[in-house]
């Protein structure tokens, strides 16, 4: 297996707008970032994921895109993102970018030229129809929210498909118009030296969106083999990453050997994570571990614990999420959408550091690669104050300084409230204080990150469980190249003693541990581990 860096890479997901304001106006913008990619650099980030950047009237965080060849003016110009590109080159970070081509915003000048004129070459690059369908109110993303998914457009005489909100009209991907303009996009952006795009709403992107077809005309997945292969032509090492929310059945068309997507968020893996966290056992995780197809050749898993959304938790059953709610989010201001929380991680564990650690150990030693969301380096909490999901997407917080350091504009002015109450004030949780502190999160993440990417083992090896005997603890172990690596964490808040057995291996050297005491143990010895516990150990057994 070749050393794909994908494997073995930390991606850290910026918001532009809210990382960090160079200008002074109280939007974050390139600049600013360029200003801190100090910190990612400390933390030991290898990748950003850029959340979209591009001019939007910004009614979904910029999922709602009126061009895809430009920078919002408000984050700087297209010369501060090759700035950007350049600062972070320099620091040996590559960068993916959103792609998000499912739907353009009513406002871009594609769609406004379907509406206005049926016989515009743009009007088929959109989902019309000329009858209410019967389906319109079923399938809607944002329940709750949005009540239908097809709306009446009076310039258009017709109702127009948007599986989001209504201001965003699904592209019609059956048009080669339409897919030559997605390559071309992807085309400029590689050319300005990105290294892949975080590829959104793939289930929907690459639906049929009640287009009628003849059976087997159309093959639904093409649209991901030709965006993979034009990638591949125009940039070694560039990739896919998608977001699809899917069953593991899927998964293998999805990833085609890594033809198609290089990487997949693993929803099924997060929402089975935070049921076994709530439950204080590794049950569902490990039954979801063994259950998770293996991806070959190319393809990789991408492991989150939280991200720029709500944490969806639509695919666990209704008494399971029921369980999960009551012990992570029990306010219905926290539940949102009927299947979601909106919360960040830490107020979700209360701020209790153990089970924070444990939980940032457990994203660095899952099989594949760990991507993390700006703020949960240092345990930010969200403001429930804020409509929907824009709880979890509050300003950084750098310093205890006015604006948390984030801008020196007025507070008035800025892009959205600081987080400035309570324990997850920026008074209380801030990069500045967190980086002088020896036991803080960020201290911890930071040596979790390099701990990570010294074992390329758990990125580029196989993966196995093993059995300890106890549904507490999930106990893995990585091998690659002859080198294996065993990490075992303890759910539970009681303190757990097992003898460690593994085939082959005759001595485990600790190589991090949520204490600093423990020293080597020899195969059959006992393990002792704190409640809520880690350790990460390096096998010395005879080589394979
Ligand atoms: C994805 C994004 C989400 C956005 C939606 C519509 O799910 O993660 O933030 O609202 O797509 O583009």
Request: proline share 6%; with cysteine.
């Amino acid at each position: 297996m070749p050393n794909l860096w994908y494997k073995n890479a930390i991606v850290y997901c910026v918001d532009v707008e809210k990382f960090m304001d160079a200008s002074g106006d109280g939007t974050g913008d390139f600049a600013g970032l360029a200003d801190r990619l100090d910190h990612l650099e400390r933390l030991g980030v290898t990748c950003i994921w850029l959340n979209p950047f591009f001019p939007s009237p910004n009614r979904d965080n910029g999922y709602d895109i009126t061009d895809y060849y430009g920078v919002d003016p408000r984050y700087g110009t297209l010369g501060d993102f090759v700035e950007f590109m350049h600062a972070a080159r320099d620091r040996g970070m590559r960068v993916i970018i959103d792609l998000v081509v499912n739907h353009t915003s009513t406002d871009h000048p594609w769609f406004q030229a379907a509406r206005s004129d049926e016989n515009s070459p743009f009007r088929d690059w959109y989902v019309w129809s000329k009858e209410k369908p019967e389906n319109a109110h079923e399938g809607m993303v944002f329940p709750g929210v949005q009540d239908s998914i097809w709306s009446y457009d009076r310039t258009a005489k017709a109702w127009y498909l948007h599986r989001f909100y209504d201001h965003q009209a699904d592209l019609n991907t059956a048009n080669p118009a339409v897919r030559e303009e997605i390559l071309k996009i992807m085309g400029f952006w590689l050319a300005l030296g990105v290294s892949g795009f975080r590829l959104d709403a793939v289930p929907f992107l690459i639906d049929t969106k009640g287009m009628k077809l003849e059976p087997g005309s159309f093959d639904p997945y093409s649209l991901l083999t030709e965006m993979h292969d034009f990638m591949a032509w125009r940039r070694a090492g560039a990739v896919l990453l998608a977001e699809a929310n899917i069953p593991y059945s899927d998964a293998p068309a999805y990833f085609d050997g890594g033809d198609r997507m290089n990487m997949i968020f693993d929803f099924m893996l997060n929402q089975h994570l935070f049921l076994s966290l709530a439950r204080g056992t590794a049950a569902p995780l490990r039954h979801t571990l063994q259950n998770r197809p293996r991806p070959d050749g190319l393809g990789q898993w991408a492991n989150f614990l939280r991200n720029h959304d709500e944490l969806d938790l639509g695919r666990l059953s209704i008494a399971e999420r029921e369980e999960a709610f009551a012990a992570l989010g029990p306010d219905a201001s926290m539940q949102i959408y009927e299947r979601g929380l909106r919360r960040r991680l830490a107020p979700m564990l209360e701020g209790d550091m153990s089970r924070l650690k444990l939980a940032y150990s457990l994203l660095f030693a899952l099989p594949g690669t760990p991507v993390l969301w700006y703020g949960e380096e240092i345990g930010m909490g969200e403001n429930l104050a804020l409509p929907e999901r824009e709880a979890v997407r509050t300003p950084m917080q750098w310093a205890d300084e006015p604006n948390a350091g984030f801008s020196r504009a007025a507070t008035a002015n800025l892009i959205q409230p600081i987080l400035a109450d309570g324990d997850f004030g920026y008074q209380n949780v801030n990069v500045a204080q967190q980086v002088r502190e020896p036991g803080s999160l960020l201290r911890s993440i930071t040596r979790l990150v390099q701990t990570r990417r010294s074992t390329p083992e758990i990125g580029w090896g196989e993966w196995e469980l093993v059995d300890v005997g106890r549904d507490d603890v999930l106990a893995l172990s990585y091998s690659w190249r002859g080198a294996r690596v065993v990490t075992v964490h303890n759910f539970s808040p009681e303190p757990v003693s097992f003898p460690l057995e593994i085939d082959g291996i005759d001595r485990f050297e600790p190589l991090l541990a949520d204490h600093d005491a423990q020293s080597a143990i020899l195969r059959g010895e006992t393990l002792d581990m704190a409640g809520f516990g880690f350790c990460w150990l390096r096998c010395d057994g005879p080589r394979k």
